[in-house]
């Protein structure tokens, strides 16, 4: 009985939660794209990733810097946001002393 109900806690816990962080991920979207995104993006458009691509024989530094920025400032911290209250709250819940 008592492992029915920490499922049942676990459950609805996560459905809550998905729905909850689902809403906000628009919001999270937005000042993303607003506030860190087009602010950093500057760095990019510079004519020194030009020069180094040419002089790095067309690997292009440049374009796998910016992917790097794009998933380190917007992926992590959403991904993050979504499942590390999951993992504290279903650690809380199933492993009690």
Do not use: Q
Request: proline letters at 2%; a positive charge.
């Amino acid at each position: 009985m008592k492992k029915i109900s920490r499922f049942l806690k676990s459950f609805f816990f996560i459905s809550i939660w998905l729905m909850i962080s689902s809403y906000f991920i628009d919001f999270w979207n937005t000042f993303h794209w607003e506030y860190i995104y087009l602010n950093l993006n500057s760095i990019f458009d510079k004519d020194l990733w030009l020069i180094l691509k040419r002089n790095l024989y067309g690997i292009d530094i440049g374009y796998w810097l910016e992917e790097a920025l794009k998933f380190i400032s917007y992926e992590i911290p959403k991904e993050s946001f979504k499942y590390l209250p999951i993992y504290y709250f279903l650690k809380c819940i199933w492993i009690k002393k």
